[in-house]
């Protein structure tokens, strides 16, 4: 069976400086993506960064990148020069099979402080 | 230009009512979602209907009932509200296709039920 898990249940990390927010997952499926989303207190879900199981390299969009570890199966968001505005809730999420449905199962998520 | 909407943002209603969220989508997508966002804020997929065809059913008490009446818009009804339905519901929607797309989400729809 699928599974996405995160181990931090809580982070925090000082302004300008990067930080890791950890994911394994799990499938026995050679076909997936990895999606990270934001979740502000305000409550929306933001999307932030997608992995592809086929990708050859790691994906980046502006301050976040993600280290993907296929052999670990781990992809882990990496924020770079933290905000303020980036203290929120991480989800690690995926989508996997050839017969695509678009079914995403979700981590437990992580919870961001940024302090000034 | 809001991309997927969501109402009510809030809802409260009482014990054995019968409600509904409504969500429609201006993406021009044709697949979306429904998911379930609890107290401890995990997530799970319920529904999912690809070009108004019910693709993905998760475990769900058949108390609640999505509609789709077209590819733009699927609601939500929830019959005989019980108190472990209070949550926050999402709706999300995607372009699926033989690689993975990533969804965006509606604003969400806190239900509380006393």
């Known amino acids: 069976a699928q599974k996405i898990t995160q181990t931090q249940p809580g982070m925090f990390v000082q302004e300008k400086e990067a930080v890791t927010l950890d994911c394994t997952y799990d499938?026995?499926?050679?076909?997936?993506?990895l999606f990270w989303y934001k979740q502000p207190s305000s409550g929306e879900m933001i999307f932030l960064i997608y992995?592809?199981?086929?990708?050859?390299q790691n994906a980046t969009e502006g301050r976040y990148s993600l280290n993907f570890q296929k052999a670990r199966k781990s992809a882990n968001l990496v924020i770079s020069a933290s905000q303020l505005g980036d203290s929120a809730m991480y989800f690690c999420?995926?989508?996997?099979?050839?017969?695509?449905?678009?079914?995403?199962?979700f981590g437990q998520g992580t919870t961001l402080q940024v302090k000034p | 230009d809001t991309a997927v909407s969501q109402t009510p943002k809030y809802l409260v209603t009482q014990m054995g009512n019968d409600k509904s969220i409504k969500c429609e989508q201006n993406?021009?997508?044709?697949?979306m979602y429904w998911y379930k966002q609890d107290s401890k804020k995990f997530l799970k997929i319920m529904f999912s209907?690809?070009?108004?065809?019910?693709?993905i059913n998760e475990t769900v008490p058949n108390r609640f009932s999505p509609k789709s009446p077209d590819k733009a818009h699927l609601n939500l009804h929830i019959n005989s509200l019980e108190l472990g339905d209070s949550a926050v519901y999402f709706c999300?929607?995607?372009?699926?296709?033989?690689?993975?797309?990533?969804?965006?989400f509606g604003p969400g729809t806190r239900l509380t039920v006393t």
């Open positions: 999300a929607s995607s372009q699926v296709r033989t690689v993975f797309y990533e969804q965006y």
């Open positions: 499938t026995s499926d050679p076909s997936y993506g």
């Open positions: 992995q592809g199981s086929y990708d050859q």
């Open positions: 999420a995926m989508s996997w099979g050839s017969s695509n449905t678009g079914k995403l199962i």
């Open positions: 993406l021009g997508h044709d697949t």
């Open positions: 209907y690809n070009n108004k065809e019910l693709i």
